[in-house]
């Protein structure tokens, strides 16, 4: 492991920071998609047990911040409100998480790529976006097993977590929240639970730690750009960033076969 690492060079370490510098820019406008972002571009670079764990620490730091960003006392509401999401998902991420060094690397991405394309065509196209038994806790307790399943081998909780927000009329400004209260539970929780995988262990933990200041600066920048959009360009932003992640992930799939 150290090796790969090693291996990088002084222009290899330059694109890490800007993945994650990127990657910091798209979660600030839309709230989500820093984990696809990473795993996609960090995957290409490393294995994508690599790529996970390198994600874990800048996903957690930022998601405080995201969360935090209109005070503890909103955050706080939202996950009393949320509570049945983030319970459900965290049993599904604990177990789903110890199949990441059995999984084929060819079906983790088309795993999580496939239903986030459709997922994702769909809105584009027009159509209402509605959820497995409907907005209330059936759907909730849905879309957080989804988003807890494919969380704990990929960190990827945003394509189940944005349709159940979508669902149920959200603001951008409550959902930007939201997204933060529910990605950074669960983000501690994939820590966790990578950790006990050994994914997560002290030679990946310098890649992860690297990326935490430049996912933070692109934070910044995404947050200056979010505040001057409205609802509309911010739901259409939000699906054309999950449509080109999923595509993506689908290539990588297909080829790895």
Excluded: C
Excluded at 107 to 117: N, T
């Amino acid at each position: 492991m150290d090796g790969v690492l090693l291996q990088f060079g002084l222009v290899g370490w330059g694109v890490l920071l800007t993945v994650g510098l990127g990657a910091g820019i798209v979660k600030g406008v839309v709230g989500f998609a820093m984990p696809m972002v990473m795993i996609s571009a960090l995957g290409s670079m490393v294995s994508p047990e690599v790529a996970l764990a390198g994600l874990i620490v800048p996903t957690v730091v930022t998601n405080v911040w995201q969360a935090l960003r209109q005070g503890i006392g909103a955050a706080w509401d939202s996950i009393r409100r949320f509570r049945l999401f983030l319970l459900v998902g965290f049993v599904l991420l604990m177990g789903s998480a110890q199949l990441v060094p059995y999984l084929p690397k060819s079906l983790m991405s088309l795993m999580i790529g496939l239903p986030v394309a459709l997922y994702a065509g769909w809105g584009l196209s027009g159509r209402p976006l509605t959820l497995p038994g409907g907005a209330g806790r059936r759907g909730e307790a849905s879309m957080g097993a989804l988003a807890g399943f494919f969380a704990g081998f990929s960190g990827v909780w945003g394509p189940p977590t944005v349709a159940m927000l979508t669902a149920r009329g959200t603001d951008m400004q409550e959902q930007m929240r939201v997204q933060g209260v529910i990605y950074g539970l669960g983000s501690l929780a994939l820590a966790g639970a990578h950790v006990v995988s050994g994914v997560l262990n002290t030679a990946t933990l310098t890649l992860s730690v690297s990326l935490v200041l430049p996912s933070l600066a692109g934070l910044w920048i995404g947050f200056r750009i979010q505040d001057r959009i409205d609802q509309r360009t911010f739901r259409k932003l939000t699906l054309l960033v999950l449509l080109i992640a999923g595509l993506n992930l689908i290539r990588r799939g297909v080829l790895a076969i």
